[in-house]
């Protein structure tokens, strides 16, 4: 069976980890520092703080901008848990809204709160340019488009090194964002020998996820190129099924996270689960109903329709740069036999 995911570790990230481990200094030191400015470089006008992961990142970012107790932060439903445990983590409240058909992201009329984190999900670009227009404090979770084209200039960017994206450490995370934030973010962090106590929290990343994270980094136009080369094969064996009632997901996506289908029906998306499964192929459902943001608060599900109906119809085919040329071959030939 052909899995949905796998890392791709490259013989120069494991030597990399090992130079750390033969060091003798394995802590956060100066990997992460070199990390931080590797991301800053990458993303222009701006500072890093590395950090233990994306959920992490997420919850500095707000604590940063000056986000606490009380505050309102809007969130996309189609999205992950780590959002409402990162707003909950600084004691504001969630105000979760439904997505778009086309892309799956955040709309961008109606949001009351001054904080919005949009969500680049399965790597499409959420429109940062209008919400910062609009005047919100955006937070742009990049966590699913590191690589893709870089938006309008938001408050804060954050990423993940999760075993599961674009790059990974097993775990990490990271926070762009101004001078400012990323001062008052990095003080958070340095939690040790401080002069002055107030309660902070031990979020640090270490130098042994770092070397890896930043020889991953140095590869990331081979994984753009890669995973746009298969998402383009993919779409190209999907002409029939566009035909008779299938969709995918549109929207602006540079660098391709995910590869997702939308069925007519949810009868279809579960034959076409099976179809694949039958040719060695595992899919899934990148997005469950019980984990949408309104289902875990228990909010009415008739006012996110978008998003109930995604969790019934969406279906992932695997797409990630350790493919195997005959394993791409199978998927192809999977994706143009179903009918
Ligand atoms: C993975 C992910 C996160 C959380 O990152 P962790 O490193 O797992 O804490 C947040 N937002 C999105 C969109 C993600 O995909």
Known sequence: MI????????????????????????????????????????????????????????????????????????????????????????????????????????????????????????????????????????????AQSLGGKLSDTPAARIYSFYATKIITGGQGGLVWSTEDVIDSVKDYREFDRVEEYYPRFNLQMTDIQAAMISSQLTRLNDIRLKRQLLYSAYA???????????????????????????????????????????????????????ELLHNYLGLPKNKFPVAEKLVATTISIPLYPDLKDYEIKTICEALRTFH
């Open 3 to 142: 899995p949905h995911n796998r890392p791709l570790i490259k013989t120069a990230d494991i030597e990399a980890v090992n130079e750390v481990l033969g060091s003798g200094y394995i802590a956060q030191g100066p990997r992460v520092e070199a990390l931080e400015c590797e991301f800053s470089a990458l993303l222009g006008d701006g500072y890093a703080c590395a950090l233990s992961s994306g959920t992490a990142a997420l919850a500095m970012a707000l604590h940063g901008l000056g986000a606490g107790k009380g505050d309102r932060v809007t969130v996309p439903t189609y999205a992950c848990s780590a959002l409402l445990n990162a707003i909950y983590f600084i004691g504001a409240h969630p105000v979760i809204v439904d997505v778009k058909e086309d892309d799956f992201t955040i709309g961008t009329g109606n949001i009351e709160t001054d904080f919005v984190i949009p969500v680049n999900i399965f790597g499409a670009q959420s429109n940062v340019f209008q919400l910062v227009n609009d005047g919100h404090i955006v937070i742009e979770d990049c």
């Open 236 to 290: 190209g064996e999907c002409s029939e099924l566009f035909a008779s009632g299938w969709n995918m997901q549109m929207g602006d996506i540079t660098m391709p996270y995910r590869f997702v289908l939308v069925a007519p029906s949810n009868e279809d998306r579960d034959n076409m689960h099976k179809h694949m499964r039958s040719n060695g192929v595992a899919t899934i459902v990148p997005i469950e109903q019980y």
